[in-house]
């Protein structure tokens, strides 16, 4: 994919890093319920090294950047990261997250227009001096609507504008694709689309 920029997400800490999402073995010790998600957890990402790894993709992964910044035709200030300013992981931008909270998390950043994803939610919004917005997931949705979802950003000496596009696809063929290769976490992903995953408070 030839002039794609990428940057480092916090999927790519667990998979470089070995940062693993809870339980941990001392929850599941306490709650023998949460035993099945721990082995799900585990076994995915022991899975998605083993694939990573046999690959270039894996050191080129390990290299991504976590910010990437251009300057729009208008002078407007871009700043494409994973989470928040500065950060892969941690507390994101949500639909539903106040203004302070979002106004903490850019800090002093001095771009204008802030691009993240993390919280898997299309959705755009102006707080302050930034524009932050967040073009949704193609593969994992939280927002009810199991399409995938991207943004395209239009801009010229004029100004600029996101647009945002929902595109429907076989699921099924990805999730027979999925089990033929023995992908550990098949029924989280049909989770995923089947819109379970609508988180109606922000999180992590």
């Not at 002039?3 to 070995?18: A, H, Q, W």
Request: net charge negative; glycine share 8%; charged share 20%.
């Amino acid at each position: 994919m030839p002039n794609t920029t990428f940057v480092y997400g916090n999927g790519e800490t667990r998979l470089i890093k070995g940062g693993v999402p809870p339980p941990t073995i001392a929850e599941a010790q306490q709650r023998p319920d949460l035993i099945p998600l721990l082995v799900e957890i585990r076994a995915t990402l022991a899975w998605s090294v083993g694939i990573l790894v046999i690959t270039p993709w894996f050191d080129w992964i390990a290299n991504l950047p976590v910010e990437q910044r251009l300057t729009l035709p208008d002078g407007t200030k871009l700043l494409m990261v994973h989470a928040s300013p500065g950060r892969e992981t941690g507390l994101g931008f949500h639909p539903l997250q106040p203004d302070e909270v979002l106004r903490e998390l850019a800090g002093d950043c001095s771009d204008d227009v802030l691009v993240v994803g993390h919280m898997h939610i299309p959705t755009e919004r102006h707080v302050g001096r930034h524009h932050w917005v967040n073009p949704g997931s193609v593969g994992q949705p939280m927002s009810g609507d199991p399409r995938a979802c991207y943004a395209i950003l239009e801009a010229d000496s004029k100004g600029y504008c996101f647009t945002f596009y929902r595109v429907d696809y076989d699921r099924e063929a990805v999730i027979k694709l999925a089990r033929a290769r023995q992908y550990p976490a098949v029924e989280d992903m049909i989770k995923y689309f089947n819109g379970v995953y609508k988180p109606d408070e922000p999180y992590y």
